[in-house]
């Protein structure tokens, strides 16, 4: 079993301005020599940190971090008062990866991404695929209406009665035949008495279900008010807006990933992204190695998902 690599600190790191008031924080650690891999995270509206260094060979590598628009570091927030977010979708993000891409100087790189990272990895990589040399994926998500019914609207709840209620519990009654709708009205209400709870429960739920067994530190994470007000505000805006992709769209063309040498990662027991989904891009995309994870949940940093996302980045060292 491979785990992480040692702690590191970046050896040089900016904000970038993309365009529509927005600036993005980026990172660069490891070897400024080494093969370039970009890490994309999850939400949308999560953020990258210290531990999302430790996936790559710091020897071989030049590990790029960043921070999509609104979350993290990135400027301005999406917690803040009368946050706008409509110059945040999918197709920004594309584009801010590759301005950050060239403002590196880097010609192409190994696209990384779990969860949110994944689907937007799949868009990138769809979208520019000359400018990939590998991809690494873990907990397959693709905002088709059935996963997000899966985790939002009812589904994970036969598995989570108990934290469903809690998820549900400030959504009125009569608003519960959509729920990411009536999350939507909740968690951009100026009233922070009506966002912010709303926000710690859209969050809360999240991070106690991603886990194979629950870990209280994750969930005060993600429960912290201001970090939960981005990433449930900026998750339910890629939600309702159903990530700006057709339905099916990023497995109906993972053809164009054929010549791409790939991985997907995929927890058996991946409540938030459910296999089935790895499972389809498996189909569509069968020249990639699929690995099924016997005993893990959706996080990135279980053990047999770490080990197997490691000894990914490792072989594509070579
Ligand atoms: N959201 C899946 C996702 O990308 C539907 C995700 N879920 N939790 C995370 O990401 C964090 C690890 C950022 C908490």
Do not use: C, M
């Given at each position: 079993m491979r785990s992480f690599y040692p702690e590191i600190e970046p050896y040089d790191s900016g904000m970038l301005?993309?365009?529509?008031?927005?600036?993005?924080?980026?990172?660069?650690?490891?070897?400024?020599?080494?093969?370039?891999?970009?890490?994309l995270?999850?939400?949308?509206?999560?953020?990258?940190?210290?531990?999302?260094?430790?996936?790559?060979?710091?020897?071989?590598?030049r590990i790029v971090l960043l921070d999509q628009r609104g979350s993290g570091r990135s400027l301005p927030h999406a917690s803040e008062p009368g946050a706008d977010l409509s110059d945040n979708t999918t197709w920004h993000l594309v584009a801010d990866l590759e301005k950050l891409r060239e403002h590196?100087?880097?010609?192409?790189?190994?696209?990384?991404?779990?969860?949110?990272?994944?689907?937007?990895?799949?868009?990138?990589?769809?979208?520019?695929?000359e400018r990939v040399t590998e991809l690494v994926l873990r907990g397959i998500f693709t905002l088709r209406k059935s996963e997000l019914d899966w985790f939002y609207e009812g589904g994970a709840e036969q598995l989570f009665p108990d934290l469903w209620e809690s998820f549900l519990s400030p959504v009125p009654i009569d608003q519960r035949d959509d729920i990411?709708?009536?999350?939507?009205?909740?968690?951009?209400?100026?009233?922070?008495?009506?966002?912010?709870?709303?926000?710690?429960?859209?969050?809360?739920?999240?991070?106690?279900?991603?886990?194979?067994?629950?870990?209280?530190?994750?969930?005060?994470?993600?429960?912290?008010?201001?970090?939960?007000?981005?990433?449930?505000?900026?998750?339910?805006?890629?939600?309702?807006?159903?990530?700006?992709?057709?339905?099916?769209?990023?497995?109906?063309?993972?053809?164009?990933?054929?010549?791409?040498?790939?991985?997907?990662?995929q927890g058996r027991y991946d409540a938030c992204t459910p296999p089935i989904t790895a499972w389809d891009l498996h189909r569509a995309w069968p020249e990639a190695e699929f690995v099924m994870v016997p005993d893990a949940g959706h996080a990135f940093d279980e053990p047999g998902t770490l080990s197997a996302l490691i000894e990914a980045t490792d072989r594509f060292a070579e």
């Open positions: 301005e993309v365009g529509d008031g927005q600036s993005l924080y980026w990172e660069t650690s490891g070897n400024p020599q080494g093969k370039a891999t970009v890490f995270h999850g939400g949308p509206g999560g953020e990258s940190g210290p531990n999302h260094r430790r996936l790559f060979d710091p020897a071989k590598y590196l100087g880097i010609d192409r790189w190994q696209v990384f991404g779990g969860s949110w990272g994944s689907a937007l990895a799949l868009a990138y990589a769809e979208t520019h695929p990411i709708s009536a999350y939507h009205r909740l968690l951009n209400d100026p009233d922070a008495a009506i966002h912010e709870p709303a926000a710690v429960a859209w969050s809360t739920w999240e991070a106690s279900t991603i886990t194979l067994l629950r870990r209280p530190e994750v969930v005060a994470t993600f429960a912290e008010p201001r970090h939960a007000l981005a990433f449930a505000r900026i998750e339910n805006h890629y939600f309702v807006n159903k990530g700006w992709f057709d339905e099916g769209q990023l497995i109906r063309d993972a053809g164009v990933l054929a010549d791409i040498p790939g991985i997907i990662v």
